[in-house]
């Protein structure tokens, strides 16, 4: 089957950590770049952080410093480790695979309290 499926998300208090996952099935994970998007409510889909196939990093303005996107391709997966987090960073979280396969997870909810 082929899907993306997150995992991690949760409620943390401001200043804290979280690790998002995204499992990867049914594509070749190590040739897909990969991102991480964001939606708050009531604004739109943002792009959070991006990793292509050969580990290049770029990252929103909003999270440089404090958010790292990385991959395990033996185990088909792509982390977001977000520290500091703010109240400003509750979001759903969604991974995305941004090439030569396009497809979206399904997102993991993450909030931040002040």
């Known amino acids: 089957q082929v899907q993306l499926v997150e995992s991690g998300g949760g409620l943390v208090q401001a200043g804290g950590s979280l690790r998002l996952s995204c499992a990867a099935s049914?594509?070749?994970?190590?040739?897909?770049?990969m991102a991480w998007y964001r939606q708050a409510p009531g604004k739109q889909r943002e792009l959070v952080a991006s990793?292509?196939?050969?580990?290049?990093?770029t990252y929103a303005d909003s999270v440089k410093g404090r958010f790292t996107i990385s991959r395990d391709n033996a185990k088909n997966t792509l982390y977001l480790q977000m520290n500091s987090l703010k109240s400003e960073d509750t979001a759903v979280y969604y991974c995305k695979a941004t090439g030569p396969n396009y497809l979206w997870g399904q997102g993991t909810q993450v909030t931040v309290s002040s």
């Open positions: 049914g594509i070749i994970f190590s040739i897909n770049n």
């Open positions: 990793i292509t196939r050969g580990a290049s990093t």
